[in-house]
């Protein structure tokens, strides 16, 4: 019996193979991105915007910045970027 995996029991990729997709232009970047600092990155929305939906949209516009910025952005590390 095989146990298919949801988003959140996806091993995520490594900093480089993410900032690697995005400079290949890859949408799969955004998805690895959000798999990875989901929590994170809501956890911070959250605690300022103290808003469900408001930090939703903090999440969405904070991986579009990161797919416009990437490339010609480098980030090292990336979680600070």
Known sequence: M???KTKQEKIPLPDE???ALYWKRDERAIEETDIKYRRFL????????KDRLDSEE?????????WNRIPPAKPDPFQAF
């Open 2 to 4: 095989s146990k298919t």
């Open 42 to 49: 809501y956890t911070i929305a959250q605690n300022i915007l």
């Open 17 to 19: 193979e993410i900032v």
């Open 58 to 66: 903090c999440l969405n516009d904070t991986y579009l910045g990161a």
